[in-house]
Every structure is written in structure tokens, then in C-alpha cells.
């Protein structure tokens, strides 16, 4: 007798309830759904379930066996879906979901190259700062920047960011240079609406953490906007480094209180579950974590 299909029947009567709703849900015969725990008792010499005219129940035995036949199924079922989903060719609507500006500045320039592998994909790329619901929504993949992923859905790491304190050489010139982040309640700046600490600015220093409740002169929920008005030196910003990187190499902006640095933050690939993963989801995440397996920005 085939083990597998052995471990298959038990685990389906014990999730349906009965052997005749198992037989129903295997397209099986009841007698035939019966033969296989039978023979599989017998085989491994212990009685798995206790069964009467009206009801059946796990032994201790049936209950041990069962967790672990439901673990090796499912780890089976894995395995084949991996393998089809890398031999089938990628195809269909793929719907992904990313922040703004790190959409349009780092992922718009390589869908070309992605459509050009898979050119049977239709690809619907929505930006938006948004924190989006991907079940509910329907998303294939999102790509989130955070310090921790999303623990109810599934991550890949792709890179990682670092929030920086900057402002505009003129404004500094004009408001002088902070020397320590208290003394930001006496500057103008310029909040990110989606930020999570909202308008709390945590920083990690010489004393340790340190944390200051701004009192922002202008919010945007958009970090491009943030930026444009530090750079027309209306204030200080606190953005990541894939934001700022080239007016820090440029020189129009200044990053301040280099001592005092900001969180590092990952920026994810994720998606809703890891069981059954399409082939162009799975063709996404290892096109995207190839390409910012080497990025840096300026630290």
C-alpha cells in the first residue's frame, strides 16, 4: 500500500469528521477509505482512532500521526508547486503596489528589463504611500519601507535605508546649525504624514536614544514634496537616503547632526502567503532582489 495515500486518507477523515464525508471529498468508496486506515493501523501496529455507529475520536497515537502527516502533505504539496511554478512560463496580470517616490525613481526604470524576461506578463503598477490592504485590494506584491515587515504577510528583504536629518546650506546659514535634536522644537520642519512615529523624531547618539516632539511648520504626504521645500530652504526634513542621496552628493542639501542617526529601515518585497506562489509573483521577487542585491546609498 502506497504510504502516501495512507497518510492522505487519514488526514482526510480526520478533517472531515466521518469516513463517509472523507469518501465523498476523496471520491472515494466508504469501504475504500476504510481499507487504507485499517491497513495503515495495522501496519504500524497501533489503533489511531476510536470509532463507534455514531462517533470516532483520536487516540493519542491518531493525534501525534496526524500532526505530523498534515506537516509532510503540505510540505509535499509545497515542493510540486515550486517545481511547476518554475518550469511553467510566466504569464497573466501581475498587480504591484509601491511607495511614490521609490517607485518612480528605482522601480520604473528596470519594468522594462522585467517585461522584456517575461513578455507574456501584463503588469499594473499602482504608487501610493498608502499603507495598502494586498488581500483585500488584490495585489500580487508590495513593496513596503519599514524598520519591521508586516507580520501577517510574507517578506523579502531587498535593501535597507537610513532616515537622515538635512536641510538647505541656506537655511542653516539663515537659522544657524542644531547641535543637538532638542533643538529642533526651535526650527521650522517638515513633516511626512505617513511617518510612524507621526511627529515624534527618534535618533540614536552618544547619550543613547534620544527622541523630540517636533512641531512641524508644513506635512506632506509625500516625500518629494518634503524634500522640494527643504531644498527652497522652508526647513529641515528627516527622509531616507534613497530620497536624499543625490542632494547629499550635490551639496544642496546638508545632512545635520551627523552623530545623531536616524533608523535603518528594510525595504520589502512582500506578498500574502507563501503556499502556492504563481510563477510571476515568484518572478518578481527574484528579478527585484537580484537587482538591489548591490544598493547603497549614501551614508
Known amino acids: ?53 455514531r462517533r470516532q475520536s483520536l487516540t493519542e497515537e491518531g493525534q501525534l500521526f496526524y500532526e505530523r502527516c498534515k506537516v509532510l502533505l503540505a510540505e509535499v504539496e509545497d515542493a510540486e508547486t515550486e517545481v511547476n511554478s518554475r518550469s511553467a512560463e510566466v504569464g497573466g496580470l501581475l498587480r504591484i503596489n509601491a511607495p511614490l517616490t521609490f517607485g518612480v525613481c528605482h522601480l520604473a526604470p528596470l519594468w522594462a528589463e522585467f517585461k522584456a524576461h517575461h513578455p507574456r506578463l501584463v503588469l499594473d503598477i499602482t504608487l501610493s504611500d498608502r499603507l495598502v490592504d494586498l488581500v483585500d485590494e488584490g495585489y500580487d506584491v508590495a513593496v513596503r519601507i519599514s524598520q519591521l515587515p508586516d507580520s501577517t504577510l510574507v517578506s523579502r528583504r ?11 546650506p541656506d537655511y542653516i546659514r539663515e537659522h544657524g546649525m542644531p547641535e543637538h535634536p532638542r533643538e529642533l522644537v526651535t526650527h521650522s520642519t517638515i513633516a511626512y504624514s505617513y511617518w510612524s512615529g507621526r511627529d515624534e523624531w527618534r535618533f540614536h547618539g552618544p547619550e543613547g536614544e534620544v527622541s523630540v516632539r517636533i512641531q512641524p511648520i508644513m506635512r506632506a504626504n509625500n ?44 525595504i520589502y518585497a512582500v506578498y500574502p502567503t507563501r503556499r502556492h506562489v504563481p510563477p510571476r509573483v515568484r518572478a518578481v521577487l527574484d528579478f527585484l532582489a537580484a537587482h538591489f542585491a548591490q544598493a547603497r546609498w549614501p551614508d
Open 158 to 168: 531587498l535593501a535597507s535605508t537610513r532616515m537622515v536629518l538635512c536641510a538647505s
Open 223 to 266: 516625500g518629494d514634496t518634503c524634500v522640494a521645500a527643504a531644498l527652497a530652504r522652508l526647513g529641515i526634513v528627516f527622509q531616507p537616503t534613497f530620497l536624499v542621496g543625490d542632494a547629499l552628493r550635490k551639496g544642496t542639501l546638508l545632512e545635520l547632526m551627523p552623530q545623531y542617526r536616524g533608523a535603518e529601515l528594510g
Open 1 to 53: 500500500m502506497d504510504r502516501f495515500e495512507e497518510m492522505r486518507v487519514f488526514t482526510a477523515v480526520v478533517e472531515a469528521g466521518s469516513f463517509v464525508k472523507a469518501a465523498e471529498a476523496l471520491r472515494m468508496s466508504k469501504a475504500g477509505v476504510s481499507r487504507h486506515v485499517t491497513e495503515l493501523e495495522t501496519r504500524l501496529g497501533v489503533r489511531l482512532m476510536q470509532r463507534t455507529t
